[in-house]
């Protein structure tokens, strides 16, 4: 039987994987900020993955002779009280602050994207409860909350990862919420239960998918918050401690040398955070366009 | 007509930038809209006849650009006019009236005001009068006690109500144009009849032009002095309501007049060629029986609680095909969610090949033995489609569940139920939003009877689907109840469907069972004044004259063109 096909047909979809790739290109064309972010975004893992082997100097070798020179050839970056060169300190750090923000994102995306999903598919008492603990966390300042926990239970990194995704669940928790909400009385759930798909199955392969692409955005800016997290408790001293190179604690020793002029050990730092911030800020978009379905043709 | 038109639309052509370049979206329209004049302009889905209004007010999205023609309004020049010129004329002289009157209301704002701030902003009320002035308009949109509905939010109102108060808005600045895009389409039957009927009297009343919009034929027909066809961007024919309907010129035209159900054609009568008549099965046990049905929705903020279906009883049997009709809020998707085990019934027994269904809660119903035999096809089919899922993948899903298939297995059943509804096979790796809405329809219906289904309920399976693409869905269901000996049970709130494809034919209405009986029966002689009253409003499209053969007594059809 032949169709009237009152639309432009659509091109045949070519095998998956080809299309992919060719939908990562055109994602990618379509939008030159796109296309910076995920530029810069292969510097940083690059440099959290190679950086130490590629620096010049080890980040935790001393130099009592050359300490507090400014920029030049030989220290891109200058140096810093004790000799070491920031250059070198800034790319190995990298390392240590996208751990912890990918393990806090993480962390927080699995948890939150669980609670909020059964919440919005549940709806009724599960979601008034699981609504109010999220307002909880919600009111906890994450400082406080991370000196809470690193008081009870050590002063570690691993604590401080669960600080901080304990303080970013709820967002997760309520946007899987809202997505899977407006989803659960959509026709094709109710197919799905109709082909023989019990709730959580139903809940888990046919509807969390397709509220993925608005958490994606989540991920992303969330990856920024969590690595100014990350820096900001080491920069008050919890977590990460001296001498290991973290962009955090480099901004709160630079900074008592501000005064007397030695610029360059706080700002380096503060720029590769501020620029790490800044590309996942930018990525959320063209993550967001690659992993909906809709945009590929 | 020797005057100069209100409205003279000269070879206009607007393309839209895309992904895949340059798409023309119509492609040098001329039409002209006389003073007074109703002009319907019809086509299905991608016709243009959207963008082409659009273009009108200039409101067309900004990947949409006017690339050559002329829009002259009263002598103005539309196409080349300032946005601030524009900004005047929209409200003023020409206004819009949109398919979801909920969608163009403030949700925020009383309805009084929203009437109240267009007629401010376009200088013809002060502040001080605007109130006046909007309970004015509502009483001329025929709304009761308007001075209680001034304060009243959108969400308070019926969707009929909502689309009156858009319509006030849209005429309290007495335009000389009104553009209304689908204004009926969501809403029922008679709702329709009414909306329509107040907004041609009321611009005959003002020496008004209107432009109706629709995909339905008859609508246009009933409605309109003059109908312009398109199809795919292009004008196919502009003639008189009673002529296109006489003597349709362009062949579009003839098969979109033919694919429109009405009293009197066959299912098959709808296709362009012509195909034996479908055997009719013959009538088995019982098999689906409700008794005493109740659905009661609890007590919320304070009401009283809300009997959805309120004690039905009806039998279906083996091989027939059952209609269930009614309107918007008549409980008549609560039950099928009741006989599909989506929902608990509150009270009564649902029977089916002799077993009491209705005692397994549906939490429990997705992995019970009768899962696979009791199946449906959705309203909506882009919505009934995992929009992350291909065809394939959607079809394959209950044979993965409930048969234990494995997937080479899988592939050869799909690729089967494909060929049975008529789905070309190289689709079936497509997501659902590269298909077309009849693509998409066939993958549902594939996805229904993937399991050899015993009852089939089918809810509103053609409502979202342009006529043409309905007249084939129509006929592939006519044909699979055949050959596959299903029920099916036709949830729907169009009567010529309805009579189409059913052998039996319930009327619900506020829950209760008000009319029963053969269809052919029910259509002819309905018993019910409800029944009657679905009947009346039921706009009626001449008979196409392909039709017009010494037996088929068209006569009996006037042409409603001053209705």
């Not at chain 1, 946007?175 to 759930?189: L, P, Q, S």
């Not at chain 1, 959580?200 to 955005?217: G, Y």
């Not at chain 2, 209609?323 to 989506?342: D, Q």
């Amino acid at each position: 039987m032949d169709m009237p096909s009152p639309t432009a047909v659509p091109p045949p979809a070519a095998m998956p994987k080809d299309s992919f790739l060719r939908h990562f290109r055109y994602v990618v064309a379509s939008n030159p900020v796109t296309a910076v972010a995920f530029a810069l975004f292969l510097v940083i893992v690059g440099a959290a993955v190679f950086g130490p082997l590629l620096v010049p100097y080890d980040p935790l070798a001393t130099n009592a002779a050359r300490a507090l020179q400014p920029p030049s050839w030989d220290h891109w970056f200058g140096t810093d009280q004790l000799g070491r060169d920031v250059f070198s300190r800034v790319v190995v750090a990298t390392r240590l602050d996208l751990t912890i923000s990918v393990a806090a994102v993480a962390l927080s995306f699995v948890f939150g994207s669980m609670i909020g999903s059964l919440a919005g598919y549940y709806g009724g008492w599960t979601d008034r409860v699981v609504g109010r603990c999220l307002d909880t966390i919600m009111a906890f300042p994450l400082f406080v909350l991370a000196m809470g926990i690193v008081a009870a239970a050590g002063n570690t990194i691993e604590n401080v990862i669960y600080a901080t995704a304990i303080i970013n669940l709820p967002f997760y928790a309520r946007m899987a919420r809202a997505e899977v909400n407006v989803r659960r009385h959509a026709g094709f759930v109710q197919a799905a239960k109709l082909s023989g798909n019990g709730d959580l199955r139903v809940l888990a392969v046919h509807i969390f998918p397709n509220a993925l692409p608005p958490m994606m955005v989540q991920i992303s800016l969330n990856m920024g918050w969590a690595i100014l997290n990350a820096a900001g408790l080491s920069f008050i001293g919890l977590g990460v401690r001296p001498p290991t190179p973290e962009w955090g604690i480099m901004v709160a020793e630079g900074a008592n040398f501000i005064v007397s002029g030695e610029w360059w050990l706080a700002l380096f730092p503060g720029a590769a955070l501020m620029l790490a911030v800044f590309t996942f800020n930018l990525l959320g978009d063209g993550l967001r366009d690659l992993v909906d379905p809709a945009r590929r043709t | 007509m020797t005057t100069v038109p209100l409205l003279d639309i000269r070879d206009l052509t607007v393309e839209f930038a895309t992904r895949r370049g340059r798409v023309r979206a119509i492609d040098r329209v001329s039409f002209t809209v006389a003073k007074g004049e109703t002009v319907g302009v019809v086509g299905e889905s991608g016709s243009g006849k959207s963008v082409t209004s659009y273009a009108v007010l200039r409101i067309l999205d900004r990947a949409g650009r006017i690339v050559e023609g002329a829009i002259r309004f009263g002598g103005i020049a539309v196409h080349a006019a300032t946005e601030a010129a524009m900004a005047e004329l929209r409200g003023r002289e020409v206004s819009m009236v949109f398919q979801n009157p909920r969608a163009a209301l403030n949700p925020v704002r009383t309805i009084g005001r929203q009437i109240g701030d267009v007629l401010i902003e376009h200088a013809l009320a002060t502040p001080a009068t605007a109130k006046a002035e909007a309970i004015a308009m509502l009483k001329a949109v025929r709304i009761a006690e308007p001075e209680a509905r001034y304060h009243a939010y959108p969400f308070e109102l019926s969707g009929g109500m909502c689309q009156r108060v858009v319509i006030a808005i849209a005429l309290a600045c007495r335009p000389q144009l009104l553009i209304a895009d689908e204004p009926t389409t969501g809403l029922d039957v008679t709702t329709q009849k009414a909306v329509l009927d107040l907004m041609v009297e009321l611009a005959r009343e003002r020496g008004m032009s209107t432009i109706l919009i629709t995909h339905d034929l008859g609508l246009a027909a009933a409605y309109c002095d003059r109908i312009v066809v398109m199809e795919k961007g292009v004008v196919v024919e502009d003639a008189g309501a009673i002529r296109l309907f006489t003597k349709p010129a362009h062949p579009y035209t003839r098969r979109l007049l033919q694919a429109t159900p009405r009293s009197g054609a066959s299912v098959r009568d709808l296709l362009p060629e012509r195909r034996p008549p479908p055997p009719r099965p013959a009538n088995g046990r019982p098999l689906l029986e409700v008794h005493d049905l109740v659905k009661e929705f609890p007590p919320r903020h304070g009401a009283p609680p809300f009997r959805a279906v309120d004690g039905i009883s009806f039998t279906v049997h083996e091989g027939e095909s059952v209609g269930l009709v009614g309107e918007s809020g008549c409980g008549k998707s609560t039950t099928s969610a009741m006989i599909m085990r989506l929902l608990d019934p509150t009270s009564g027994s649902i029977r089916f090949a002799g077993e009491d269904i209705g005692a397994i809660p549906a939490a429990r119903f997705a992995r019970a033995p009768h899962r696979g035999k009791l199946q449906m096809v959705f309203q909506d089919p882009t919505d009934s489609l995992n929009p992350r899922w291909t065809a394939f993948r959607s079809i394959a899903d209950p044979l993965f569940r409930l048969a234990g298939m494995r997937r080479s297995a899988a592939r050869l059943r799909v690729e089967e139920l494909a060929h049975q509804v008529g789905l070309p096979a190289e689709l079936l790796d497509r997501f659902p939003h590269q298909l077309s809405g009849g693509q998409k329809a066939r993958v549902g219906i594939a996805r229904a009877i993937a399991l050899d289904p015993k009852l089939l309920i089918l809810d509103e399976p053609t409502a979202a689907l342009d006529v043409s693409v309905q007249a084939v869905v129509l006929n592939l269901l006519v044909d699979l109840r055949a050959a596959l000996g299903m029920s099916y049970l036709l949830i729907s709130h169009d009567l010529n469907v309805v009579g189409l494809i059913c052998d039996r034919v319930m009327v619900m209405r506020a829950g209760g069972i008000v009319e029963e009986g053969e269809t052919e029966e029910v259509l002819r002689h309905p018993r019910a004044a409800y029944t009657r009253a679905l009947l009346d409003a039921i706009p009626h499209p001449p008979a196409p004259p392909a039709l017009q053969e010494p037996a088929a007594a068209v006569a009996a059809q006037p042409v409603a063109a001053s209705a």
